[in-house]
């Protein structure tokens, strides 16, 4: 069974940098294309960041590109979000999501990242 | 890619049928052949309900389903139930392993 866990979500100051980590089992992780979807208290969804399966293709939102980046370990089975200049409105619930090349099948319980002073 | 537009609100009666639209811009182009449902109860994961505009996952009930028509994909839910009440996402493959997200529609159950 596909499992993703999520870790690092936690209260930091605006400004301040956190790093989420979501850790993969029960499927082939290194041929997946991995995401994170976060949000907002009473909001949507939005993508925040994605990856290709070797780590060539990378995306972002437009409001995170050049404060999150998105990684991976295919050693370890681990993507990684590291997010740096926080701003308020980041505040969201950050899940790690996976799937097929057109759809996703597969999501953590989500990880709370608070940003506030 | 900006968001697909989807209605703020829908509601219907235990038993009758709704439609939840979900339009993307007319000024994107490439594939809107990959449209995907998700089903959202207050502080749970989103569950996959449609994928490939009109598949159904295994365990979602035949109640659920999907069609496309030009820019406009729509969910369908006949015999509307209780448990039905919640949000509803969609979201489209955008090329290069991106995806967008609909706007949301919160389904009422009267």
């Known amino acids: 069974e596909e499992q993703l866990v999520e870790s690092g979500g936690g209260l930091v100051q605006p400004g301040g940098s956190l790093r989420l980590s979501c850790s993969a089992s029960?499927?082939?992780?290194?041929?997946?294309?991995m995401h994170w979807v976060r949000q907002a208290p009473g909001k949507g969804l939005e993508v925040a960041a994605s990856i290709s399966p070797n780590s060539d293709i990378t995306d972002y939102l437009d409001s995170v590109r050049g404060r999150f980046t998105i990684s991976r370990d295919n050693s370890k089975n681990t993507v990684y979000l590291q997010m740096s200049s926080l701003r308020v409105e980041d505040t969201a619930v950050y899940f790690c999501v996976t799937g097929s090349a057109y759809y996703y099948a597969s999501w953590g319980q989500g990880t709370l990242v608070t940003v506030s002073s | 890619q900006s968001a697909l537009t989807q209605p703020r609100s829908v509601s219907g009666s235990p038993g009758h049928s709704v439609t939840i639209s979900c339009t993307r811009p007319t000024t994107d182009v490439g594939s809107f052949d990959y449209v995907s449902w998700f089903q959202q109860h207050p502080g749970k994961v989103p569950k996959l309900m449609i994928y490939?505009?009109?598949k159904r996952p295994s365990g979602v009930p035949d109640r659920f389903s999907g069609s496309k028509t030009g820019n406009t994909a729509s969910l369908t839910i006949s015999g509307l139930q209780a448990e039905d009440e919640g949000s509803y996402y969609c979201?489209?493959?955008?090329?290069?392993?991106?995806?967008?997200f609909g706007t949301g529609t919160k389904l009422t159950v009267l």
């Open positions: 490939d505009v009109s």
């Open positions: 029960g499927f082939t992780f290194s041929v997946y294309g």
């Open positions: 979201c489209s493959y955008a090329g290069g392993f991106t995806f967008v």
